[in-house]
């Protein structure tokens, strides 16, 4: 992203005379109090399964939440709570939750530590991850969407930031290296929180950063300014938390905080700290803040607060455990989207309204390279919220040449070439669309996207998770397959793991047409969608079509058939589908393009199957696993009085993507092969 110009905001510098102590105070004790509740009664009680105390963290999380406000985004982890009870939510929520209770976090769907927090007016708990590094990516795409929304959008720059919080151990990850690089690569209002406590789980801090101290090994860090020091006395984590909020507020370029803290209970509530020497322990208590604190602030009612506390700590306990639990029967509900926006997040693609399933052809056949970056280039046009991002996609036009041209047109904020990671690019791209923006992040080869499983895993079951409070609507697009010769890098399908990820929908387009229709309806659509671009068919002869018009769109999970008749029916998706045209010549056959596999036409395929009574499936994937078992499973169980001959399957075998062109030719699913598979059918 290109640097942006903007008028310096006006920043609220709150140094730790300006703290209304009270309110920490109140917070802190709040807090233990939680904490004491759970491990002592509901914990005991089976009333929470899991429970992390935040004791020793307390009083400096509590500091930072006080300065976020509204614009402002906080990703933080399972220690987390006494920020979110400094940006306000409701001490039922923060119960009832871990006790898996109705409403909350997430109506009962998810661990009560791993929060979310919608808060109008204020900042936003963005959607916690149950992995360690995680939340750091997706808080660099918030970051960037911040900028961005002042130069493209012209939107004001009122000074509103990202922070990530994690722990030591958390800086030893992928994510938070790749939100490092995005972050000082690209100068974002990006405020690195790193609580260290010295241990993960068990494992001290030396096994994880060499010296113990992650902010010195960064001192040289290019374009990121660090804090360093003590979590535990008020006044310096007060000075540290206002200095580094005030660099990143005034558009400085990303901070980093690194605050020493005690842990003062396990990990969680079933670790014994049996790894702890008891000299350990003792130094640990020593540095407890809030004796510190009380000391620090004696002229406060300490008395009045905790009783005051423990009576409202009390009432939510009532409230929370009066709760029921959600209803089982809605525990499918918003898997995807169902007609009801999300909290936050999504609603950055056009309108469908005026838009046709019915192909208007025009012009000469186009390939599906320029059917895709046609489609890309309108949207691009008419949607100031769409932008374009991945490894060489800027001045190269992607390796593939999809989007040859789309920067020079649309300016590096808009299109812009990303780090070789991954993790970074849909992590960033689910900030983006949590802030409200149309991502298109693309990964170079469908192998790829293994490094980014984590954040696409995470992206599907957001809207799931958090009961459609947030949901990160996104457009990844993954070229695969094989193209002339193979390799096991480069030539992997594998579609049935997106498949297999709650949440996404998979498109696998064999032709320019479907390509224009599917790719326009993702970029309009409410859920992320994963858009398999076959490398095979970007320029293949075959997969030429007419431009469609431009108010095409296809819908999810209706399948075309390509050629029709009555002895047997062959399912089967991108490349394959003009191989098995062409094995089909000459029977009376039903051949049927899925075009989608989340969803996928089902009716389409027990409808023929009931007339042929018979049926292929025929895919380039492995067949172990492979998505047409799925397909055979659902013909078995609603189609098997129908059948005349075993439901059967032409695939690749169980072995990577051979690299020489024989090789490749004897592994791909050939006409000959397919071909065989049909006259045995038949003739069965």
């Given amino acids: 992203m290109a640097d942006v110009m903007t008028a310096e905001p006006e920043i609220e510098f709150r140094t730790a005379s300006g703290i209304d102590w009270a309110e920490v105070a109140r917070l802190v004790t709040t807090s233990r109090a939680l904490d004491a509740l759970e491990e002592t009664r509901l914990v005991p009680e089976k009333k929470v399964l899991y429970q992390f105390s935040a004791r020793g963290h307390d009083m400096a999380q509590v500091i930072l939440g006080m300065h976020l406000r509204n614009g402002d985004a906080a990703c933080g982890y399972y220690r987390s709570r006494p920020m979110l009870l400094a940006l306000g939510v409701p001490l039922a929520d923060a119960l009832g939750s871990g006790m898996g209770r109705a409403g909350g976090y997430s109506d009962g769907r998810d661990i009560g530590v791993v929060f979310n927090y919608p808060n109008p007016g204020g900042a936003h708990a963005l959607p916690m991850c149950g992995g360690v590094g995680a939340q750091y990516a997706p808080a660099a795409g918030w970051a960037q969407s911040i900028l961005y929304k002042a130069s493209v959008l012209g939107e004001k720059d009122d000074g509103a930031i990202a922070v990530v919080l994690g722990g030591d151990a958390s800086c030893a990850t992928g994510g938070f290296w790749s939100a490092l690089t995005i972050a000082t690569t690209q100068s974002l209002p990006l405020l ?18 060499p010296g113990c101290d992650i902010a010195a090994n960064l001192a040289s860090f290019k374009n990121l300014a660090i804090w360093n ?19 990143v507020r005034g558009r400085k370029g990303p901070a980093l905080i690194r605050l ?11 670790d014994t700290q049996a790894y702890k020497s008891p000299e350990t322990i003792e130094a640990e208590w020593s540095r407890d803040p809030l004796p510190k604190l009380k000391t620090f602030a004696s002229y406060l009612d300490w008395d009045l607060i905790e009783s005051s506390v423990e009576a409202e700590v009390e009432k939510a306990r009532e409230e929370a455990e009066a709760r029921g639990i959600s209803s089982p029967e809605q525990v499918t509900d918003h898997v995807f989207f169902d007609g009801e926006a999300s909290q936050v997040g999504g609603g950055a693609g056009l309108s469908l309204v005026d838009t046709t399933d019915q192909p208007q052809p025009d012009g000469q056949r186009i390939n599906m390279v320029t059917a895709i970056r046609r489609v890309l280039d309108q949207e691009l046009a008419a949607n100031p919220k769409v932008l374009l991002f991945g490894e060489d996609i800027g001045p190269k036009g992607g390796v593939h040449a999809v989007t040859l041209g789309l920067q020079e047109k649309y300016g590096h904020d808009r299109v812009f070439d990303t780090s070789l990671n991954e993790e970074g690019i849909v992590g960033r791209a689910v900030g983006m669309a949590l802030a409200g923006l149309m991502p298109v992040p693309e990964i170079q080869f469908r192998k790829y996207a293994e490094p980014a499983t984590e954040q696409i ?3 599907g079951t957001m809207r799931w998770r958090t009961a459609n409070r947030f949901s990160a609507p996104m457009v990844l697009r993954v070229p695969g397959g094989f193209f002339k010769c193979g390799d096991p890098w480069h030539s992997q399908t594998n579609e049935v793991q997106f498949v297999h990820n709650p949440g996404w929908k998979v498109a696998v ?13 993702s970029l309009r659509g409410s859920d992320p969608v994963l858009f398999f671009e076959h490398r095979a068919m970007l320029d293949d002869s ?11 769109v296809l819908p999810f999970g ?8 009555d002895r047997i029916t062959i399912v089967t998706w991108g490349a394959m589908v003009p191989r098995c045209e062409a094995a089909a010549e000459g029977i009376s056959a039903d051949v049927i393009d899925l075009r989608t596999l989340m969803p996928w036409d089902r009716e389409m395929v027990l409808e023929s199957v009931s007339r042929t009574r018979r049926c292929l499936i025929v895919h380039e994937d492995l067949r172990t696993g492979g998505f047409g078992a799925e397909i055979a499973a659902v013909v078995a169980d609603e189609a098997f009085l129908d059948l005349d001959a075993p439901v059967a399957r032409v695939t690749m075998p169980d072995i990577p993507s051979p690299h020489h062109p024989k090789l490749l030719e004897w592994a791909v699913p050939s006409v000959e092969r397919i071909r065989a598979e049909i006259d045995r059918l038949v003739g069965f």
């Fill in 192 to 209: 690195f929180y790193v609580e260290d406590n010295g241990f993960g789980i068990s494992v001290p801090s030396h096994y994880q950063t």
């Fill in 229 to 247: 020091g003590d979590g535990t006395d008020p006044e310096e984590a007060a000075r540290l938390i206002g200095e580094a909020i005030g660099h």
């Fill in 260 to 270: 020493t803290v005690p842990r003062l209970e396990g990990h969680s509530y079933q």
């Fill in 457 to 459: 895993n995470d992206c």
């Fill in 509 to 521: 387009p064999s032709n320019a047409e479907d390509a224009v229709g599917l790719l326009r309806g």
């Fill in 542 to 552: 075959w997969a030429r079509r007419p431009w469609p018009g431009d108010k095409f």
């Fill in 558 to 565: 209706k399948a075309k058939k390509t050629r029709e008749g």
